[in-house]
């Protein structure tokens, strides 16, 4: 197992709620990155549906330079690649029917990756409704799973922890009207014991405290804070306070 894995594992053991900052390399804020450093933020996430100007690689070297968060790689596709980032998301789209996504990509970019320092994290990737259609949707050709069918997501979550995977992220897809909601959230965790992750359209407070109480590990944000950076200070507050609570209930 892993460093980044383990360090997920053991803030899920003590109960532990974790923050991300998801990247886009074509819109870097260096200011943010200053922010998530100073704020506590625990993991950085880079990536994108298409990544079209940016050179992964020098983005994550600017990123190193301003902070010590780990940096894990939340690939569109395995054109998206680096070894200077910590670890690699190994996504496998299983909500959707669309076998390049289940193991199309996997088995191009395999050999690369046995040769590269990346710390390899296979992940069960759920596409939600989030209420319009999004990059993640249009370019994965895939159908995501209606919000009000949590049992679907959950047989889902069930399966890929029973093929092995490592970790289940619920995606309402980026800028989402609605974020994954608390039920769907609520049933997939008390139907696994792999950490979860949610993200997609988290765009304020009430939204971050609704996935953390309904069972979320971990979120991700992204757009809101592309929109405003200084809302981390916000945000980062909510899971430090959460977290301090369950410290002191513990
Ligand atoms: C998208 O889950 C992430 O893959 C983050 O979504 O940009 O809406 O925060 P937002």
Do not use: W
Not at 198 to 220: E, H, R, Y
């Amino acid at each position: 197992m892993g460093n980044l894995y383990s360090y997920i594992l053991s803030k899920k053991a003590k109960g532990l709620k974790q923050l991300a900052v998801l990247i886009d390399p074509d819109k870097i804020n260096y200011r943010l990155i200053e922010l998530a450093e100073k704020n506590g933020v625990d993991h950085i996430l880079i990536g994108g549906s298409i990544v079209t100007e940016s050179n992964l690689t020098q983005c994550i070297l600017e990123i190193k330079k301003r902070c010590s968060i780990p940096i894990t790689i939340f690939p569109g596709s395995y054109l998206q690649l680096s070894d200077e980032a910590d670890a690699l998301l190994f996504l496998s789209l299983i909500s959707g029917r669309n076998p390049e996504l289940l193991i199309g990509n996997h088995v191009m970019a395999a050999q690369s990756l046995r040769k590269s320092k990346l710390e390899i994290i296979p992940t069960g990737y759920i596409l939600i409704d989030g209420g319009k259609s999004t990059a993640v949707q249009y370019i994965s050709n895939t159908m995501p799973i209606p919000a009000n069918k949590p049992e679907i997501a959950v047989a889902t979550a069930v399966a890929g922890e029973l093929l092995g995977l490592k970790l289940i992220y619920l995606e309402a897809g980026s800028g989402a009207l609605q974020p994954v909601n608390e039920h769907m959230i609520k049933s997939v965790r008390n139907a696994i014991d792999l950490p979860l992750i949610v993200g997609g359209g988290i765009n304020n407070s009430t939204k971050v405290k609704a996935a953390l109480n309904a069972g979320a590990d971990m979120i991700v944000i992204g757009n809101a804070l592309e929109q405003n950076e200084n809302d981390i200070v916000e945000f980062a507050e909510i899971v430090m306070q959460m977290n301090q609570k369950q410290h002191i209930e513990k």
